[in-house]
């Protein structure tokens, strides 16, 4: 739970403290390790409640962060939360323990995105009653309408919000905020606090002459009809506007739906392309083309209906305010593709017509929401806003990022306690990583298949033990950067190693003390280390600070111990 | 043997089962009992812990189930159509059922041949037509819950109904098939193997 998170603040490992929710990714990974499958699961819910969504779309800031990449690859995090939790589900219907509702306060979340099913979820979990109006006829968000099917299945998103329903969230789909439910009539209806997550629903347009014709659909709308299951008609020629995730996903939708041929006009080169490299890889695996440093400028019809897009070509100038360089058109570059669809995908804004004017400032003429960074509250007390209304459009880790802030910020809230304690500092310090020369280098790359068999039971449990080996063995290359996995999963996997002092070489400098992170070690009376067994973690700190080397990691063997007490004996 | 022994209906429950044989639900009254008696014998059975196979290997009669080597079955329903599902052992193999999908209702099917799969989570799974004829519909239900196959893999989990060509064919192709006593040896067979 994110408050007692912020109390027992200890320095984090850089996987953990690169992902925007800080999910525990060392211990479950540590736990894959021990082929304890279901706990690692358990331990990723903790932190946030979609480890199969999570497990095929994240963006993996984890990974980057990585520090075995200084050694061969990083650790494949995504691909084992993914095969964990659907190793899960393979074994068996998952099912959440409701949880009893402690508090009386009732909490009313707007839209059922990442960012407002995860703070419905932490809400629950502390014992709040928690109502989520979703204006759509399923919940799920942009999970749900707007990645396509080939990327996260529409189970998956079923799955999971089943279970954070379980929890004992209530889900009212077919809600429209501002038309069915106000601010004021939730307040009426007795709700103490509001979140505010409704998401960037409108794409932007290109502002371009044509765009009214017919055959010109945004991306936005365009996957949300394809998702939403309405027959729509791609042109054989199809171009992409824009060149990020949305606009790659629009072109693959639109490839698979059978358009012939699928251009992406993108303005800047590939390197400043915000869509994933894996993304785009894939994309032009399945035969998408891509038309770099060109910029549209009109879009030509006949007849109503699209018949080409004339664009311009662009060189890159100076970096602007975002670091990317800016893209420069080159004059008399104007040349026509002839296509007749055209997908804009340029970025999406916020619905902010469907907001109180009080929580809306004004920006660049632009009107944005005004809410402060670290509380997410606004200036109507109770009323928070999170995720990629107050963002702009991002991603789900950084939604469940937002969505969890929010809950411990209405939880403050609503028990009267201050809202901004202790939460300015963002964890950003990683601990000490280990010293990776001396590490063994193995080149290769581990996916979870993506592709799922036919076959037949016999062949699938054979198989099924074949993915947990495979997992395993990844799982293997994490160099445990942090101290402890804390997977605090109360089994006894870490009463192995212990620190064991050769008093020989002590010379009692202290610092295996200082960099404990348990507390273990302390000088005694005859001014040498001592090493306290029952809080030694084994997390190997001290040995390798150990200017002398008088530490080691060790097991101590039956023998080893009664060695010890024969020893103490005979003092 | 147990006893046989005399029952006595309520007069409104008889015009409701008269009802629901009109309706075409049930073919006979006997049908109907031994519906009742089947379901209160099944949920006897799950308080006291039996195993949903063993429930399945008790309750389905021979009569009137019989068995693909590929893990489905047939019966034959009322209007004489072939309700087809999967077996009780393929579903205790399939806990992490995603979702069901089959060919369209109006698809022309042959034995032996997939008309659909199982998606779990980690595998796919092929269903094979029992007998060949036209799909005729398709059990709507598991869209929304697929886990009714693990439920129920006899009842309400199953799958879709073909309509058979011509009897002739029907019966060819019926006798083809594996009645309960061969399909559960098969299985014995299988798990055995499994253990070594």
């Known amino acids: ?571 | 043997m147990p006893e046989w022994k005399t029952v006595s209906i309520r007069q409104e429950l008889v015009k409701e089962v008269e009802e629901l044989i009109k309706k075409g639900r049930y073919r006979s009254v006997s049908e109907f009992v031994a519906e009742a008696i089947r379901l209160r014998l099944e949920e006897l059975m799950r308080l006291e812990g039996i195993s949903a196979e063993k429930r399945g290997a008790i309750l389905a009669a021979p009569e009137q189930v019989l068995y693909t080597s590929k893990h489905t079955w047939a019966q034959i329903t009322p209007e004489g159509n072939i309700r087809v599902g999967v077996s009780d052992y393929a579903q205790r193999h399939l806990k992490g059922i995603a979702r069901v999908l089959t060919e369209p209702v109006g698809k022309e099917i042959k034995q032996m041949e997939p008309f659909g799969m199982i998606e779990t989570w980690m595998f796919v799974f092929d269903l094979y037509a029992p007998i060949s004829g036209k799909i005729v519909s398709v059990n709507d239900k598991l869209e929304e819950n697929p886990q009714l196959i693990n439920e129920d893999p006899y009842g309400e989990g199953w799958i879709i109904e073909i309509k058979p060509k011509n009897s002739v064919v029907l019966e060819e192709e019926l006798s083809k098939l594996m009645s309960p006593r061969e399909y559960h040896k098969m299985i014995s067979k299988i798990e055995g193997r499994m253990r070594e």
């Open chain 1, 1 to 571: 739970m994110a408050i007692q998170l912020q109390k027992t603040l200890r320095k984090f490992p850089p996987c953990r403290a690169a992902c925007p929710a800080h999910v525990n990714v060392q211990a479950y990974v540590a736990l894959i390790q021990k082929g304890l499958f279901k706990e690692a699961v358990e331990v990723i819910r903790r932190d946030m409640p979609f480890p199969a969504i999570c497990g095929r779309v994240c963006f993996s800031p984890c990974e980057d962060a990585c520090a075995r990449v200084n050694v061969d690859q990083a650790v494949a995090i995504r691909g084992l939360k993914r095969i964990v939790a659907d190793i899960e589900r393979e074994m068996g219907k998952v099912t959440a323990k409701p949880v009893p509702k402690k508090y009386g306060e009732k909490v009313a979340v707007i839209g059922a995105g990442p960012a407002g099913l995860t703070a419905a979820y932490e809400l629950a979990k502390l014992g709040y009653p928690v109502t989520v109006f979703e204006r759509m006829p399923e919940p799920g968000g942009m999970m749900r309408y707007c990645i396509p099917e080939f990327r996260l299945e529409k189970f998956v998103v079923a799955n999971e919000i089943a279970y954070i329903q379980e929890t004992g969230v209530e889900i009212k789909t077919g809600v429209e905020f501002g038309r069915d439910i106000t601010i004021q009539s939730l307040k009426e209806d007795g709700y103490k606090a509001i979140f505010i997550a409704i998401g960037t629903q409108l794409g932007s347009k290109l502002n371009i002459p044509g765009e009214d014709l017919e055959g010109v659909i945004n991306a936005v709308d365009f996957l949300r009809a394809v998702n939403s299951g309405k027959p729509i008609k791609v042109g054989k020629r199809v171009a992409v506007v824009g060149g990020g995730n949305t606009a790659i996903d629009a072109a693959r939708t639109a490839k698979k739906l059978g358009a012939r041929e699928v251009i992406v006009l993108y303005r800047r080169s590939r390197e400043e392309m915000p869509a994933h490299p894996y993304e785009v890889e894939l994309a032009e695996r399945d035969g998408i083309i891509f038309y770099f440093l060109v910029a549209p400028t009109r879009i030509i019809g006949e007849n109503g209906k699209v018949k080409a897009i004339e664009c311009v070509r662009m060189r890159l100038g100076e970096p602007d305010s975002t670091g990317r360089r800016r893209p420069i058109p080159i004059s008399f570059s104007e040349h026509q593709y002839e296509v007749e669809m055209v997908i804009p995908a340029i970025g999406q804004i916020a619905e902010t017509n469907l907001l109180p004017r009080e929580i809306l400032i004004e920006r660049n003429g632009d009107l944005q929401v005004n809410y402060d960074p670290v509380t997410l509250a606004t200036n109507i007390p109770g009323v928070f806003v999170g995720g990629d209304l107050a963002t702009g459009p991002a991603s789900i880790i950084e939604a469940v990022a937002a969505g969890k802030r929010a809950a411990e910020s209405i939880h403050l809230y609503l028990r009267g306690m201050d809202m901004l304690r202790d939460r300015e500092s963002q964890i950003t310090e990683v601990t000490w990583v280990k010293n990776w020369n001396l590490l063994e280098k193995k080149d290769r790359r581990y996916y979870p298949p993506v592709e799922k068999p036919h076959m037949s039971f016999e062949e699938a449990i054979e198989y099924l033990e074949q993915l947990k080996g495979r997992a395993r063995f990844e799982a293997f290359r994490c160099l445990e950067c942090g101290p402890c996995a804390e997977c605090l999963a109360n089994l006894d996997l870490c009463e192995g190693d212990k620190a064991v002092v050769n008093e020989g070489k002590c010379v009692g400098c202290n610092v295996c003390a200082v960099v404990c992170p348990f507390g273990a070690i302390k000088k005694n009376s005859r001014r040498v280390a001592q090493v306290d067994e029952d809080l030694c973690k084994g997390c190997g700190i001290c040995a390798s600070r150990c200017p002398e080397r008088a530490i080691e990691m060790k097991k101590l063997t039956d023998d080893e111990i009664l060695k010890v007490v024969v020893k103490s004996l005979m003092e």
